[in-house]
């Protein structure tokens, strides 16, 4: 298993050559210096996409916040809260009030995964987003062992994690 320091310096080493390469075709194409003038500004953007850490992290998590949300997208936080009410976002609310997006949602284009929405809106208008996301990262024999996120981001076929989540949504309104 790979750390988290391992991780970082894979990660480190990545943005570096990446950057190196940015840098070099804007000196080839005689990009301006003050495009990077605000470091800060370029940091925060590249920082985005970077899972932040919870308490749920162990088993629904990792997560994105929604200030990383919204820079990674490019999008308002009202156009996050939008997609959070019509259930086309995976979203749970901490206890302080903040929401957080489970990172295995999300395409590696950053769409959500859309084998995945059905799911949640079935799930969601029985259960509290908790409950769903708990359900969405259990185990279950009917899947192979794998868990519902699993199964449809690894592009297997819906309708059995939908007729799963209408048998436990509809218990759980009984």
Excluded: N
Aim: hydrophobic share 45%; proline share 6%; with cysteine.
């Amino acid at each position: 298993m790979t750390s988290l320091l391992e991780q970082e310096k894979r990660l480190m080493e990545e943005l570096a050559r990446r950057v190196h390469r940015t840098f070099a075709a804007a000196r080839a194409a005689g990009t301006s210096p003050d495009t990077f003038a605000d470091v800060s500004a370029i940091a925060d953007a590249m920082t985005a996409a970077l899972p932040s850490h919870h308490i749920y992290d162990q088993i629904v998590g990792p997560f994105y916040d929604t200030a990383g949300l919204t820079r990674w997208w490019g999008i308002s936080r009202q156009a996050v809260s939008k997609k959070v009410a019509t259930h086309t976002l995976i979203a749970c609310q901490l206890d302080e009030g903040q929401w957080v997006y489970p990172v295995w949602q999300f395409t590696s284009s950053g769409t959500v995964h859309p084998t995945l929405i059905p799911v949640w809106k079935t799930l969601r208008a029985a259960a509290d987003p908790w409950t769903c996301a708990l359900w969405l990262c259990a185990p279950q024999d009917a899947l192979d062992g794998r868990t519902a996120a699993q199964w449809l981001t690894e592009d297997r076929p819906l309708e059995p994690v939908l007729t799963a989540a209408r048998a436990d949504a509809q218990r759980w309104t009984t």
